[in-house]
């Protein structure tokens, strides 16, 4: 993986950004005008922690999304139970724009490492799933299965 982007949402977004940057993965991609989050509404809001994302011109969420997804190679979207909203949003637009798609509970570890094998070398990945306040445990299940599951495109320390 040569990259991973998210739109930096609380939850699931945030745990790609934290394991990308642990890892030393180049991380990146699109969020809401001001850098809003839900845990982060007063502009620079997440970019004040996550400098390489950049906004797009609204403050509409729905752009950042597309976004992240139309600029990705593939998207894992790691979710407890049937998507909606954003995360909804998401698989519908990886599946028009023809992106590869993996949609996992975050419980399957060994599925999830043969579908980014299968994802080409130097890609971009696009991680989504609900924020915090739809899913709680999702940053813990989201951090723990990424370190794992991209633990072989780690970037060794100097």
């Given at each position: 993986m040569r990259r991973i982007v998210s739109g930096g949402q609380s939850g699931v977004d945030r745990a790609a950004l934290d394991?990308?940057?642990?890892l030393g993965?180049?991380?990146?991609?699109?969020?809401?005008?001001g850098g809003w989050a839900e845990d982060l509404?007063?502009?620079?809001?997440?970019l004040a922690r996550y400098p390489l994302?950049?906004?797009?011109?609204?403050t509409d969420p729905t752009e950042r999304t597309?976004?992240?997804?139309?600029?990705?190679?593939?998207?894992?979207?790691?979710?407890?139970?049937?998507?909606?909203g954003g995360t909804a949003l998401t698989t519908h637009t990886a599946a028009s724009l023809g992106r590869r798609?993996?949609?996992?509970?975050?419980?399957?570890i060994d599925t999830v490492v043969a579908w980014l094998r299968a994802v080409p070398?130097?890609?971009?990945l696009n991680v989504a799933g609900p924020r915090h306040s739809e899913w709680?445990?999702?940053y813990r299940v989201t951090r723990a299965l990424l370190e794992r599951a991209l633990a072989p495109w780690a970037v060794p320390r100097a």
């Open positions: 394991v990308a940057r642990a993965i180049l991380y990146g991609g699109w969020c809401p005008s509404v007063t502009p620079p809001g997440l994302l950049t906004e797009t011109p609204s597309t976004w992240n997804v139309r600029d990705s190679d593939a998207t894992l979207v790691v979710s407890p139970g049937p998507v909606s798609l993996l949609v996992t509970a975050g419980d399957d070398p130097g890609a971009t709680a445990d999702g």
